[in-house]
């Protein structure tokens, strides 16, 4: 299966910045979308921001203006850099990819998901 591996959570104050990295793992063919989604306590998980193998982003109207995608592509890695953090924004952040992983001398469709990164912003 394909893997990611997310870091850069933590504890920050309100109007600090952090950035998330998400890397997948090498055996990947290809990858079209790679996101970050979020799920507060008791809350149901939502997308924060997603970017396209074409470069097009897309952000949840919360974070517009503060967060922002992008793509390391030779290194299959997806970041969030997040400034004018808000309490609000604290929640466990989840990598998202989707695309194609090789299967021996084949190529078949994945949709993976990370463990989490914790991310809390304090007052």
């Known amino acids: 299966q394909v893997h990611l591996v997310e870091s850069g959570g933590g504890l920050v104050q309100a109007r600090g910045s952090l950035r998330l990295s998400c890397l997948a793992s090498?055996?990947?063919?290809?990858?079209?979308?790679m996101g970050w989604y979020r799920q507060a306590p008791g809350k149901q998980r939502e997308l924060v921001a997603r970017?396209?193998?074409?470069?097009?982003?897309n952000y949840a109207d919360s974070v517009k203006g503060r967060f922002t995608i992008s793509r390391d592509y030779a290194k299959n890695t997806v970041y969030l850099q997040m400034n004018s953090l808000k309490p609000e924004d604290t929640a466990v952040y989840y990598c998202?990819?989707?695309?194609?992983?090789?299967?021996?001398?084949?190529?078949?469709?994945?949709?993976?998901w990370g463990q989490g990164t914790q991310v809390t912003v304090s007052s």
């Open positions: 970017i396209t193998s074409g470069g097009s982003t």
């Open positions: 090498r055996t990947i063919f290809s990858i079209n979308d």
């Open positions: 998202n990819a989707n695309g194609f992983r090789v299967v021996g001398t084949t190529v078949e469709q994945f949709d993976a």
